[in-house]
């Protein structure tokens, strides 16, 4: 099943050779806390302790080696909501590249400013992704900069798979693996790695309520755009591209079920990672903890939720801890 699809189990395990040394092979823990309540076990695949705070930068180091050395010369550009930006930054500079990031007015400061600080040259354009991505498409079309896209790229899924070898390595028992899911990367690499080496284990998306793109172009069969949103889980705003072609097709042959959150959900389990776990995340890599704090996660265990990044505006985040957080589109709890 997996080989007939964009990325395969052998170009997942290509990219764990080639990034080797320059990511971080990430802890994988047991939680007693969420355990005791799922009534299995729990394990957190800590990847928020990744080198720039997210998973990003296993997509976007293998993306930048798979470059040819004239290709990373002209220079890479990208459009994120902040993570896959400060990866591909960090990536660029570490191999000698120059990075451009087009971002929405919709990204957080605090990931904008990481990303000049890393010597990236920032474009703020628009209030989507859409129209951060037009920016790419004309900085390729006129200037010759070569395109790593956040999510749709085959290196960049070989890349996010990674992780899911990793999780399958430390726990191959494991019932269900709990992904957040945006564009796809992220959930498409990892359902491609642990489905081929363990067919039964279950792979979950878990994504905002409200603007989410893949399952909203999942439950009409093909790419759809969707309003973006604000949410606290930034990192997963906007859109899969109407012309996608790799992460949608995998996340339809690969993912068990999506799951949807709403605001008031991620922000308890933004809070549990902080009072029970004693880690900092950001929205969008609570939404495992918040499924399962929300009784949505059914079945057996063991079951492993990613922390996928850290990179939240501490202002924000200390607003959610003590309750004083405004929440999108609905009442605080």
Same mark, same amino acid.
């Given at each position: ?19 080797? =040394?320059?990511?971080? @092979? ?10 005791? %309540? ?5 394990? %957190?695949? #800590? ?11 296993? =997509? ?68 989507? $992704?859409?129209?951060?991505? $037009? ?26 798979? @990674? ?14 693996? %709990? ?75 690969? #993912? ?35 499924? #399962? ?41």
């Amino acid at each position: 099943m997996v080989s007939t699809l964009p990325v395969s189990l052998e170009d997942i395990r290509a990219a764990a050779r080639r990034i080797a =040394g320059r990511v971080t @092979t990430t802890p994988m823990v047991q939680s007693a806390s969420l355990g005791e %309540l799922a009534g299995v076990p729990v394990h %957190l695949k #800590l990847e928020h302790h990744q080198t720039t705070g997210s998973f990003k930068l296993r =997509g976007a180091t293998n993306a930048v080696l798979s470059l040819s050395p004239a290709q990373r010369v002209r220079g890479v550009v990208a459009a994120s909501t902040g993570n896959h930006g400060r990866a591909l930054a960090y990536a660029a500079k570490t191999e000698g590249a120059v990075a451009t990031i087009c971002m929405s007015r919709l990204v957080p400061e605090n990931k904008v400013s990481e990303i000049r600080r890393l010597g990236a040259d920032v474009r703020i354009v628009g209030i989507s $992704q859409d129209e951060a991505q $037009q920016e790419v498409d004309r900085l390729v079309r006129e200037e010759g900069l070569v395109m790593v896209p956040p999510f749709d790229h085959p290196d960049v899924v070989a890349g996010q798979g @990674t992780l899911g070898l990793e999780i399958i390595d430390d726990l191959p028992e494991a019932a269900s693996v %709990l992904v957040p899911l945006s564009g796809g990367g992220l959930a498409a690499g990892v359902a491609a790695a642990v489905k081929a080496i363990s067919p039964t284990t279950k792979v979950i998306g878990l994504t905002m309520e409200k603007g989410a793109a893949m399952k909203a172009s999942l439950d009409a069969g093909q790419a759809v755009q969707v309003e973006e949103v604000a949410s606290l889980a930034d990192s997963l705003g906007g859109g899969i591209g109407l012309d996608n072609r790799v992460t949608f097709a995998m996340c339809r042959e690969l #993912l068990d079920d999506v799951i949807l959150l709403t605001e008031t959900e991620i922000a308890a389990g933004m809070r549990h990672a902080y009072a029970c776990e004693r880690q900092v995340v950001e929205g969008a890599g609570a939404v495992g903890i918040a499924a #399962l704090l929300a009784g949505k996660i059914r079945g057996g265990g063991p079951i492993v939720a990613i922390l996928s990044g850290a990179n939240v505006d501490m202002e924000q985040h200390l607003r959610v801890i003590n309750g004083t957080q405004p929440l999108y589109g609905e009442e605080r709890p």
